[in-house]
């Protein structure tokens, strides 16, 4: 008797099949990755259906890493380039370029070039990186190159403002700088040595090595947010 009540427990704990994606359908995503858990505890219907539900629900929910790690068990029971190229992309998306980078090796589809150029884009070679998707036919706005950025900021970093297409706060720290030399100059002449001094090393410390800090930062900001567009493109072509 004790079997049958067992027997009877175990099928009324049984989920229904598809109850999970209808909660995932109406946005109860914790919900729906208890019930495709459900699934797989008691092997109810395809394993590898509620893997990809749980990792989609993560994912809806911006629990990238969880997603991480479901979408690896669906790469692991099933291994394909359509899971890889996913998982790249959200490796790509949490800014982890060199994972990204193992996880393709070895993939020469068009989809796999681009995910790397990307990613060797985030580590920092942003010319190749477009190079590399122009020939893939995916278009990238043109950037200064970083050694022509690099030799102009060690004259006036106001320079580079412009050259990356930011006019006032070119044209403002150009004026703070030759304001800054103009100054200790005057004060110069007048011997004033010691106030010259101060704006020689504020202009050293504010204006010169701040500015060349603040080019870098806005250089690396706009190559991330051209190439996450990228990626967003190709995000959108994935069946």
Known sequence: MTWLWVLL???LARPLPGFADSLQ???????AITEYRRQLFFGVGDSLEALQGIARAYEARGKRAWALRAWGEVNYRAPSPEVRHHMARLLLEQERPREA???????????GRALRAVARGLEGAYPAARDSL???GLKVPALPSPTLLAVVSWGLPGLGFLLLGEPIQGLSSLAAQIGSVAWAGWLLRRRAYADAASVALTFTLR?????????????????????????????????
């Open 101 to 111: 980078l193992a996880l393709l090796f070895g993939d020469t589809s068009r989809t």
């Open 207 to 239: 204006f010169y090595v701040g500015g060349r800090a603040s080019l870098r930062r806005l250089y690396r900001e706009r190559t991330r947010r051209f190439l996450l567009q990228v990626l967003h493109r190709l995000s959108q072509a994935e069946p």
């Open 134 to 136: 122009q020939q893939l």
């Open 9 to 11: 427990a175990w099928n």
């Open 25 to 31: 359908q109406r946005g109860a995503w914790y919900h």
